[in-house]
């Protein structure tokens, strides 16, 4: 593996590990007072973005982490909006 794709897939891997801790308790204990939801609905287009740039790209690294991060950042903004 290149080293290029190696940072890549690292970069991946650490940042989207970074926000499974949140998703996980927000799942778990359907609080959503802390989350912001102008943040959140910001961040989810900003990911979509992110993953269509990726496609595009055929960056593979930046594809799958912003795959599993939109599904993410979306069911905790489904859960912002039914639970507020």
């Known amino acids: 593996m290149p080293l290029l794709d ?6 991946a891997v650490l940042t989207t590990a970074a926000f499974v ?14 989350i912001s939801l102008g943040m959140y ?4 287009a900003g990911v979509a973005c992110w993953l269509v740039y990726g496609l595009l790209l055929g960056a593979w690294p930046i594809v799958i982490a912003n795959c599993v991060t939109l599904a993410l950042a979306a069911a905790i ?3 912002k909006l039914r639970y507020r």
């Open 77 to 79: 903004l489904v859960m």
């Open 41 to 44: 609905s910001v961040f989810t």
């Open 21 to 34: 801790p949140q998703a996980w308790h927000t799942f778990q204990t359907r609080d959503v007072r802390g």
């Open 6 to 11: 190696f940072i890549g897939y690292c970069a």
